[in-house]
T-cell receptor
Framework: AQSVAQPEDQVNVAEGNPLTVKCTYS??????LFWYVQYPNRGLQFLLK????DNLVKGSYGFEAEFNKSQTSFHLKKPSALVSDSALYFC??????????????WGAGTKLIIKP | GAGVSQSPSNKVTEKGKDVELRCDPI?????LYWYRQSLGQGLEFLIY????????KSGLPSDRFSAERTGGSVSTLTIQRTQQEDSAVYLC?????????????FGPGTRLTVL
């Protein structure tokens, strides 16, 4: 079955330190992978996506993510965290191997807290 | 418009009443999606439109839920005889087409509270 796991409900990082938000997935075909961020009382904003090509994808606000096929992971990273990065982060996947590949399968979200 | 808009932003209703939620997608986007997000939870897929047709209604929780899209643009999600368990944030998203590589862009959501 298709699934996305975000193993950490919450990640705490000090401002200026690097951050990682983890995501692993399970699909039958090749994955298309997405990261979104949700600020309080707001909708989801697209950060970045992996479709094909270079495994390191760069996105908005200085975020990047690395696709690792052997580990079925797509962890979100940023070299230096800002307090304003504090938000809820969602990983999502589409399965190329399924007819219903327009559907995004979502992780449960990870709350990122950046402390000054 | 510049982004996906939804109205109302907040809706408080009494159990048993009907509600209508509106989504106005990004101009030119042919695919439209409705999701539900319960407090602190991930997103639950409800329904998806290609143009005005909905090829996948499998996510609708019950027959009290329905949605339509007219003119390939605005969509309304209707919940009849609302129940307390319907309380959630309802999110709408649109994408340029329905290709699996297309990015979905989200509106700010409608927070529904059923008393």
């Amino acid at each position: 079955a298709q699934s996305v796991a975000q193993p950490e409900d919450q990640v705490n990082v000090a401002e200026g330190n690097p951050l990682t938000v983890k995501c692993t997935y399970s699909v039958s075909g090749n994955p298309y992978l997405f990261w979104y961020v949700q600020y309080p009382n707001r909708g989801l904003q697209f950060l970045l996506k992996y479709i094909t090509g270079d495994n390191l994808v760069k996105g908005s606000y200085g975020f990047e993510a690395e696709f690792n096929k052997s580990q079925t992971s797509f962890h979100l990273k940023k070299p230096s965290a800002l307090v304003s990065d504090s938000a809820l982060y969602f990983c999502a996947v589409r399965d190329q191997g399924r007819d219903s590949n327009y559907q995004l399968i979502w992780g449960a979200g990870t709350k990122l807290i950046i402390k000054p | 418009g510049a982004g996906v808009s939804q109205s109302p932003s907040n809706k408080v209703t009494e159990k048993g009443k009907d509600v209508e939620l509106r989504c106005d997608p990004i101009s030119g986007h042919t695919a439209l999606y409705w999701y539900r997000q319960s407090l602190g939870q991930g997103l639950e897929f409800l329904i998806y439109f290609q143009g005005n047709s909905a090829p996948d209604k499998s996510g609708l929780p019950s027959d009290r839920f329905s949605a339509e899209r007219t003119g390939g643009s605005v969509s309304t999600l209707t919940i009849q005889r609302t129940q307390q368990e319907d309380s959630a944030v309802y999110l709408c998203a649109s994408s340029l087409k329905w290709a699996s590589t297309d990015t979905q862009y989200f509106g700010p959501g409608t927070r529904l509270t059923v008393l």
